[in-house]
């Protein structure tokens, strides 16, 4: 069984910044590629900003320039620095990990983001 643990979530003013963090545990082989994923209320699930195992990012088009992910290997941990925090990051933020070989998607239990003044 995998488990994904986030944390970091919070209430933040516009123009804040959060820093989300997610660690895996449990019987995973090898993680690939890691990942974030929003939801906000009305809206589907998007995704947020991915990062291979070798390091190669990928953004939404709204992050751009200010969320930052990263991940250690190691520690099986993948994190979102988020700055410039607008009233529309205001979401649910959820982990998601890919079993290198398989490919099988593993998802945390989401923390929420209020980006409120």
């Known amino acids: 069984q995998v488990q994904l643990v986030e944390s970091g979530g919070g209430l933040v003013q516009p123009g804040g910044s959060l820093r989300l963090s997610c660690v895996a545990s449990?019987?995973?082989?090898?993680?690939?590629?890691m990942g974030w994923h929003r939801q906000a209320p009305g809206k589907q699930r998007e995704l947020v900003a991915t990062i291979t195992r070798g390091g190669t990012t990928n953004y939404a088009d709204s992050v751009k320039g200010r969320f930052t992910i990263s991940r250690d290997n190691g520690k099986r941990t993948v994190a979102l620095q988020m700055n410039m925090l607008k009233p529309e990051d205001t979401a649910v933020y959820y982990c998601?990990?890919?079993?290198?070989?398989?490919?099988?998607?593993?998802w945390g239990q989401g923390t929420q983001v209020i980006v409120s003044s």
């Open positions: 998601n990990v890919n079993e290198r070989f398989t490919g099988e998607a593993y």
């Open positions: 449990g019987s995973i082989f090898s993680i690939g590629s």
